[in-house]
């Protein structure tokens, strides 16, 4: 019999451990063909990026709630709806809500606990047994969770933890293009024709890629315009030993070593692209790369291309809430909201004209030039 997708969602939606009437044997089984079911469906970097990627954090976010006392707190007061401010109430220790806001959105993801609306939550089954000293569940987070906290050795940045370690190097490289290509490409939910249907200026490049690793997304523009890109005016920016890595084509596509934290010595260029760059990088930082971008910008004609997450007000997806934890734990640095994009920029000299989304809901292409935001132009 052929059961419809829909059906089986509400299928799988509906069940639950009592319908087994204590039949271990079949709920086991059925625990089998379930987690069978999801590889099926999974592709291999979904796969790959739960393995790697999401325990640390999602453990990291758990041990932050137990240690605040939040889980039991919670429990102890009914396991009701509450507020992100009433959740920071509850910790025994001081929590920034910016900061568990970000957990919570993780936490929610994963159905650790429920979002019922932008910043309030419900406890479920699984987190109010956090909360509960009697199941003894919240050390088996804590003991799982001790082999993450070594942290980095040599106690240098990430950045430079690259550049010394080719293995680490080679091996971020490949994760980033496997990455890219599993991603939906940005030239399919951005007009890339918006950077050619002007009266370009010759002397400059159109397209800069600042922190573009290997050219996966240059070359992407390079094979949609490549009739009518004349040589040298696609440029590929980044560490010496990312560059190295570069599969690109260098007849079109020039490679330039530059470091984003100085000044941008490619000037006038029609677009700067930055491709999952400030998320690596604090508010102050960024700054720091924005400015340096606007001052090589030519205003009323160059344009910023931020692909980013954008983070949504409630319901974002595991990928987008497990990156903004691995971002802070890795970098210091965050996903952002729309709001914070718009402050981020703003600081920076630039309007935002147009928010491209990409139907896999997983980043934006966020379009700016340089000027002050229009006045309630928040059409985006
Ligand atoms: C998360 S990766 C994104 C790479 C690529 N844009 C993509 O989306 O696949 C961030 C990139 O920033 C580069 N990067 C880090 N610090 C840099 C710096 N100071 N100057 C230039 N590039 C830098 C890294 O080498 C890396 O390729």
């Given at each position: ?259 984003f934290l100085t000044p941008q010595l490619v000037r006038n260029a029609r677009a700067y692209m ?107």
């Amino acid at each position: 019999m052929k059961v419809s997708g829909t059906n089986i969602a509400e299928m799988l939606r509906q069940a639950s451990a009592s319908d087994f009437d204590e039949d271990e044997s079949t709920r086991l089984a059925t625990i089998k063909e379930a987690q069978r079911l999801i590889n099926r469906l999974q592709h291999p970097t979904e796969r790959c990026w739960e393995l790697a990627f999401e325990n640390w954090v999602i453990l990291g976010a758990l041990q932050t709630f137990i240690d605040l006392g939040i889980f039991e707190r919670w429990r102890d007061a009914g396991g009701g709806l509450v507020s992100l401010e009433n959740l920071c109430g509850l910790a025994k220790a001081d929590i920034d809500p910016k900061l568990l806001v970000r957990l919570c959105r993780l936490l929610a993801a994963k159905d650790l606990i429920e979002e019922v609306a932008e910043e309030q939550y419900k406890p479920t089954t699984f987190s109010l047994a956090l909360g509960d000293e009697d199941s003894l569940q919240a050390g088996w987070i804590q003991f799982g969770e001790i082999p993450y906290r070594l942290g980095c050795p040599e106690n240098i940045g990430f950045w430079a933890r690259c550049s010394s370690t080719p293995e680490l190097q080679a091996s971020f490289s490949a994760m980033m293009e496997n990455w890219t290509r599993y991603k939906t490409h940005w030239t399919e939910y951005f007009d890339t024709s918006v950077l050619l249907s002007c009266d370009i200026d010759t002397s400059a490049p159109i397209l800069v890629d600042v922190g573009g690793n290997r050219g996966h997304d240059i070359s992407l523009f390079r094979s949609r315009h490549h009739a009518v890109i004349p040589a040298g005016s696609l440029v590929l920016q980044d560490r010496p030993e990312a560059l190295a890595l570069a599969e690109v084509d260098r007849d079109k596509i020039r490679v330039m070593p530059h470091d984003f934290l100085t000044p941008q010595l490619v000037r006038n260029a029609r677009a700067y692209m930055f491709h999952a760059v400030f998320h690596d990088w604090t508010d102050e930082m960024s700054l720091v790369i924005l400015k340096h971008t606007a001052a090589a910008m030519k205003p009323g004609y160059s344009r910023l291309l931020i692909v980013d997450v954008v983070l949504p007000p409630t319901g974002a997806s595991a990928f987008q809430a497990g990156m903004d934890v691995t971002m802070m734990g890795l970098l210091s640095a965050k996903e952002r909201t729309q709001r914070m994009w718009e402050e981020l920029l703003s600081g920076a000299g630039f309007r935002i004209l147009k928010i491209w989304r990409d139907p896999k809901r997983y980043e934006s292409v966020i379009e700016a030039e340089l000027g002050a935001p229009e006045e309630g132009a928040r059409q985006i």
